[in-house]
Nanobody
Framework: QLQLVESGGGLVQPGGSLRLSCAASGFSLDYYAISWFRQAPGKERVGVSCISSSGGITNYIDSVKGRFTISRDNDKNTVYLQMNSLKPEDTAIYYC?????????????????????WGQGTQVTVSS
């Protein structure tokens, strides 16, 4: 059974850093693009970043460019989101998602409907 498990969330002060992990089980990530979405209380789920199956293509929303970095380690079947210079507005539940539907193109897009497999989420709170 395909499963995604997020970890690494927590409480951090503004300006701090966290690294989120998305570990896959029941399938190999090799042929899947992976994304990170977030959902703040009372708001819609928003795509934050994604990485193509090869790792050669990455996308970010403007508000996190230069602060967040997505990467993947297929040997560990895990994708990471390094978050630096965190701001209170980054507070949300962060979800990872997987899709193999972009193949054969090496690409990814931050539209929730394109991602059929989701994890349960991890809470990130940025507060002093």
């Amino acid at each position: 059974q395909l499963q995604l498990v997020e970890s690494g969330g927590g409480l951090v002060q503004p300006g701090g850093s966290l690294r989120l992990s998305c570990a896959a089980s029941g399938f190999s990530l090799d042929y899947y693009a992976i994304s990170w979405f977030r959902q703040a209380p009372g708001k819609e789920r928003v795509g934050v970043s994604c990485i193509s199956s090869s790792g050669g293509i990455t996308n970010y929303i403007d508000s996190v460019k230069g602060r967040f970095t997505i990467s993947r380690d297929n040997d560990k079947n895990t994708v990471y989101l390094q978050m630096n210079s965190l701001k209170p507005e980054d507070t949300a539940i962060y979800y990872c998602a997987a899709a193999d539907s972009f193949a054969p193109q090496d690409m990814c897009i931050l539209t929730a409907l394109r991602w059929p497999h989701w994890g349960q989420g991890t809470q990130v709170t940025v507060s002093s």
